[in-house]
């Protein structure tokens, strides 16, 4: 906190002797529109947005119309190329116009670092090399840095943060209202640190307490530089949350009208350990943030991990698609996708899912709910996986997540990389093939406000079906072990009253010779089903339903709305069931 201290105090001071510390100065801040405010909530601009590089001219065809815009991503000596000259209005507004012109929607970020305006060291601020590393893709940086709690480098950094306001500010409204926030990049391009890699000298090492400090501080200077006259913020800005403390955690929620949030750790594939912590981190935010008005935000972007690691290179259409399945679960509402992966793959089934979830969150107002049914087998689960069957529950043992894995080979679970899977989530994103085993991973089904009762208990999981989007993981039934019937209950606020005048139901099953099952709902004159024949396609199906008069008030079995039952004796296996209002 020293640092930081004195630093502010340099930087004051260098401020005022250079320019007229008077709020007379200050460009007078117009009125949020109606419309602006409106657009934040509207689900129609969330969703599946381009990634960096990617310009809205680019959109692969096909994929007009479901590619909701394209990110602005700029670097700072790009818009401040010289000492005191910003040409925001030559970089940026010419994309803003572009993009209201084809109807679609960006968020702004600016990268401080690396790379720098070399004008920075000219002027006397330290440069910071960094000792050989490599990129999670295993590629070897080369990247310097300013050093952060320097005095000087903090008054350009603080005028070049009240620059961008002023110059947000001086939009028209038709090109304010397309971006839906600025994302802070206060350290290492968007993400939470302030390096990546180790500085040669060991001065400009900074302590996480100094970071943290250094990011509320660069947070607040954004407020200021944001703020309308009634003291709203101009454009809504969002912050990494995935370098988090209950310091930053505190600041972000107590000075954002609503809360904007990048969390990568939700975008960057699947089944990754340490996730369930992380998940329930994120929904007490949003439950807290609810408790005081205000909503939730959420971005994270896929980067070229699809097509180096082996878990995803290996079926890029099926990793997109349950990573795309695991990023609605965890309420994500924006994910960037490169736009070569959709020139080179059929990602429309996954980008379309993604969608139509995005800002859905109030089941009161949403249009469906679906269940992905899948197993995860969790290594740091001792009732379910006894330490005197597996070996003790450390994180770091191995041996433990192969004898998991073993133990559900039958159903088709492997561990290919069992080190990686012990790991955090940026060496989980770089494991070779499929690890079926983690630690602290989502246990159960990807869902949103429909979930399966008793899942474990009725139902088994499986893995590796077939090549498929669908065929990563399912649920079936297992007649052997008296496992013949599924149920599950929809949110008890998604209908008023718990009646729905219609429905459609769907239902994604591999489709077996033998395969005979129902479907059982309530009504008001009781409990119908419809029955379910194969016809010995070995695929995937979808069979859709449409249902009257259907009660969800937990009035079946097991307090369910819904029961998938055998009739056949075969051990039918199922992928998704989704409900639409209609």
Request: with cysteine; glycine share 8%.
């Amino acid at each position: 906190m020293g640092n930081i201290t004195s630093a502010l105090f340099v930087a004051v001071l260098f401020f005022c002797a250079t320019i007229p510390c008077s709020a007379a100065e200050a460009l007078n801040s117009p009125p949020l529109s109606e419309k602006q405010l409106l657009h934040k909530s509207e689900s129609r601009a969330w969703g599946v947005y381009g990634w960096l590089n990617s310009d809205y001219s680019d959109i692969p065809k096909g994929y007009e119309g479901k590619v909701k815009g394209v990110p602005i991503v700029e670097k700072w000596r790009d818009v401040e190329p010289q000492n005191g000259v910003f040409i925001f209005d030559k970089i940026i507004t010419p994309q803003l116009e572009q993009l209201a012109n084809a109807g679609l929607h960006t968020f702004l970020m600016i990268w401080v670092a690396p790379k720098a305006p070399e004008w920075l060291f000219d002027e006397g601020v330290p440069l910071v090399e960094m000792k050989p590393h490599v990129n999670p893709l295993g590629e070897e940086r080369n990247s310097t840095y300013q050093y952060y709690l320097d005095g000087k480098y903090q008054f350009f950094y603080y005028r070049f943060i009240d620059a961008f306001g002023k110059y947000l500010k001086s939009l028209p409204d038709h090109l304010r209202e397309v971006i839906l926030f600025v994302q802070s990049a206060e350290g290492s391009t968007g993400d939470g640190g302030c390096y990546k890699g180790d500085p040669i000298d060991p001065k400009y090492d900074i302590s996480g307490n100094d970071w943290e400090e250094y990011r509320i501080v660069a947070w607040s200077k954004f407020k200021e530089a944001f703020a309308t006259d009634n003291g709203e913020w101009i454009v809504p800005l969002a912050v990494n949350f995935d370098n988090r403390s209950e310091k930053t955690s505190r600041w972000i929620e107590e000075n954002m009208d609503d809360i904007y949030l990048k969390k990568g750790d939700f975008s960057h594939g699947y089944h990754i350990s340490g996730m369930s912590k992380r998940l329930d981190d994120f929904n007490a935010i949003v439950t807290r943030a609810k408790s005081r008005g205000k909503k939730v935000y959420s971005r994270g972007e896929q980067d070229a991990e699809w097509k180096t690691h082996g878990w995803s290179a290996n079926n890029p259409e099926q990793a997109f698609y349950w990573s795309g399945l695991f990023a609605t679960h965890n309420g994500l509402d924006m994910w960037n996708i490169p736009f070569e992966a959709m020139q080179k793959h059929n990602l429309i089934p996954t980008i379309d899912f993604f969608n139509k979830y995005s800002r859905q969150h109030d089941s009161g107002s949403s249009t469906a709910a679906f269940c992905a049914l899948r197993k995860g087998l969790d290594a740091s689960d001792t009732d379910g996986y006894p330490v005197k069957l597996y070996g003790k529950a450390r994180r770091s043992n191995t041996d433990r997540y192969i004898k998991i894995a073993q133990a559900h080979n039958r159903y088709g679970a492997v561990q290919q990389d069992p080190g990686r899977a012990t790991k955090g989530m940026m060496i989980n994103r770089k494991r070779k093939g499929y690890n079926d085993v983690g630690w602290d991973i989502v246990p159960s089904n990807y869902c949103r406000f429909l979930t399966q009762i008793d899942a474990d208990q009725t139902s088994v999981g499986y893995w590796h079906i077939d090549k498929t989007i669908y065929g990563r993981f399912a649920r079936g039934f297992e007649k052997a072990s008296g496992r013949d019937a599924m149920y599950f209950a929809l949110d008890p606020d998604f209908f008023a009253g718990g009646v729905a005048d219609r429905v459609k139901l769907t239902i994604t099953y591999l489709d077996n010779a033998d395969s005979v099952w129902e479907v059982c709902y309530g009504t008001r004159s009781g409990t119908e089903c419809r029955v379910v024949m194969g016809s010995g396609s070995n695929s995937w199906k979808q069979v859709d339903f449409i249902l009257s008069d259907v009660l969800f008030q937990k009035v079946l079995d097991r307090d369910s709305d819904l029961i998938i039952r055998d009739k056949s004796g075969d051990d039918t296996i199922f992928h998704m069931i989704e409900i639409d209002r209609l």
